[in-house]
């Protein structure tokens, strides 16, 4: 299960979300990936997040999808 890959991933990262978030984030980084669809989409998460080159790209997408998470989250406590 590739989610279980991105808990994985996000645990190493020291980053922890709720399960709606993971949710979330996990569609939104195998679609951003093209790996959304691929038999076996955990084996292909997996394998990106061995290549240091993919593992470089797949935390600066998560970095920046919580940065666009909290700016929304801001935005919406301030209205």
Known sequence: MSRAVLLEI???????????????LHRELLTYFGLAG?????????NAWRDPYNKREIE????????????????????
């Open 60 to 79: 600066e997408f998560i970095k920046a999808w919580l940065r666009r998470r909290r700016r929304v989250e801001e935005a919406v406590i301030k209205m």
């Open 10 to 24: 996000l645990n190493d990262m020291r980053i922890f979300l709720s399960s709606l978030e993971v949710e979330q």
């Open 38 to 46: 691929v038999l076996d989409e955990c084996e292909a998460l997996e």
